[in-house]
């Protein structure tokens, strides 16, 4: 496993799988919470008596041993036996929330993402640290170069809000939405497939799972044959594991339903802001 895994394990596996958990936690504590509150009066009493049990009833205003369940109250004591072990549940999952967010509050400001950037900036360049903060991690990713590429002569000039030049309004309208939602992106950056070099429209990058995902613009919609191209470039991506929900973002449009910025921006938000 390269450097690269491991920061991307951790990044994953402790915040995001914590986060998780204590989401799920909180569901069950509710759920638990409001079933108790239903259950029956009282606590049950289990007697083993030849092979099977009795049971009974204990609580306020009932005889020491307890009050005798006949087989026609035997609900009830599948009721209580259910309630006793939902509170033991829910003082598990209480203890188990407490002890995360504890873990959370006192890593926060001081785990390993944050060591870096208290490095002086003159030692940084000299060190080779095991996970970047999301600043660094962002500026190296984005300072990475390659080649452009070209334009056909007498090509239309399209200029995005970073002035730089692609290759449709509808583009335009993806690079500037990404910049004004703080998505760090790359346009036309290549992308080796199985020795097949692909120029996604834009390369983006989910910074909180630090994961690169790509967009693909699928512009002209209502044309038969770039309807046929775009589906065999979809199918070519999918069949690498290349998948929509996963590292693919597929945008599109026709003549009669252009390119949606409010639907773009909803789009955008699910895939690369959680």
């Not at 001081?110 to 660094?136: A, H, Q, W």
Request: glycine fraction near 6%.
């Amino acid at each position: 496993m390269n450097k690269k895994r491991k920061e991307y394990d951790y990044r994953n596996s402790v915040f995001s799988e914590i986060e998780k958990r204590i989401s799920l936690l909180d569901e069950l504590i509710a759920e638990k919470e409001k079933k108790i509150s239903k259950g029956p009066q009282g606590s049950l009493r289990a007697v083993k008596h030849g092979r099977g049990y009795q049971y009974f009833r204990r609580g306020e205003g009932l005889p020491d041993c307890g009050e005798y369940l006949r087989k026609s109250k035997r609900s009830i004591a599948g009721e209580l036996a259910q309630k006793e072990y939902d509170i033991k549940i829910l003082k598990a999952a209480e203890n188990e929330r407490k002890a995360l967010e504890y873990y959370l509050t006192k890593v926060s400001g001081n785990d390993l993402t944050d060591v870096f950037s208290k490095i002086p900036e003159g030692k940084k360049c000299l060190i080779t640290p095991v996970i970047y903060d999301d600043e660094e991690y962002i500026r190296r990713w984005e300072s990475l170069e390659y080649e452009k590429k070209g334009f056909p002569d007498n090509y239309p000039v399209y200029l995005t809000n970073k002035g730089e030049r692609v290759r449709s309004k509808s583009e335009i309208i993806i690079a500037n939405t990404l910049l004004l939602m703080e998505i760090p992106y790359k346009y036309e950056f290549p992308l080796n497939i199985n020795g097949i070099e692909f120029r996604p429209d834009f390369t983006v990058l989910n910074v909180k799972k630090r994961k690169e995902m790509y967009i693909e613009h699928l512009g002209m919609l209502s044309d038969a044959e770039y309807r046929e191209n775009a589906i065999g470039k979809l199918n070519f991506y999918e069949s690498n594991g290349i998948v929509q929900g996963d590292r693919l973002i597929i945008t599109r449009e026709t003549l009669k339903h252009p390119l949606d910025q409010n639907v773009l921006k909803n789009v955008l938000e699910l895939n690369l802001q959680r």
